[in-house]
């Protein structure tokens, strides 16, 4: 079945610490995001990417970062530069071309500093 | 800065009522629209679609837009408990980044 693979589903981090947050589809989509939601809130973007070996800050990319070198994956690293980094991390992928571009998420990952 | 509103809610409507969530946007250029559910704890799920001006239907759910007016709406009839969730909605412009925008959403609660 074709979608959208996040992993680990719960992640905790300790103070200092990196950690990546795996994104993975079978979509054959070119785009790809990830989002992060804080309780109560809305979705943030963080980096997305249009193409394999690029991509793009959002809009609250400090602390954060992203590499493209396949169309299928798009992992997210938390680095220790992120203050806060206790939030729940959404991956999503479209298609850009057609009409039907409809962004898919995958099941998402908790993350919690401990 | 391109911006979606919605009413945070919560909006409460009884079993078997029509529940309406409303959704406003910036950009005119926007030329996608999309509503998503969200279970607590759970992530977005595409429910509607819709490109044109007019109402789309499909099953209990119509989504309803108004380019010139810049709003689109979701309306669920016959409204189930196990509908209630945050409902997000998004907007998507036709060029420049395709990024989708995302609204805060709207927490609907059906009481029995």
């Known amino acids: 079945d074709g979608g959208i693979t996040q992993s680990p589903k719960y992640l905790f981090r300790k103070e200092g610490q990196n950690v990546t947050l795996s994104c993975e589809q079978n979509l054959n989509h070119d785009a790809m995001y990830w989002y992060r939601q804080d309780p109560g809130q809305g979705l943030r973007l963080i980096y997305y990417s249009q193409i394999v070996n690029d991509f793009q800050k959002g809009d609250i990319a400090e602390g954060y970062s992203v590499s493209r070198e396949k169309k299928e994956s798009f992992p997210l690293t938390v680095t220790s530069a992120q203050k806060n980094p206790t939030a729940f991390y959404l991956c999503a992928s479209s298609s850009l071309a057609g009409v039907r571009t409809e962004a898919f998420f995958g099941q998402g990952t908790r993350l919690t500093v401990v | 800065q391109k911006e979606v509103e919605q009413n945070s809610g919560p909006l409460s409507v009884p079993e078997g009522a029509i529940a309406s969530l409303n959704c406003t946007y910036s950009d005119r250029g926007s030329q996608s629209f999309f509503w998503y559910r969200q279970y607590s704890g759970k992530s977005p799920e595409l429910i509607m679609s819709i490109y044109s001006n007019g109402d789309k239907e499909d099953g209990r759910f119509t989504a309803q837009l108004n380019k010139a007016s810049q709003y689109v709406s979701l309306l669920i009839r016959d409204s189930q408990p196990s509908d209630s969730a945050t409902y997000l909605c998004?907007?998507?412009?036709?060029?420049?980044?395709?990024?989708?925008?995302f609204g805060r959403g709207t927490s609907l609660i059906v009481h029995p």
């Open positions: 998004a907007v998507r412009s036709s060029g420049g980044s395709y990024i989708p925008t």
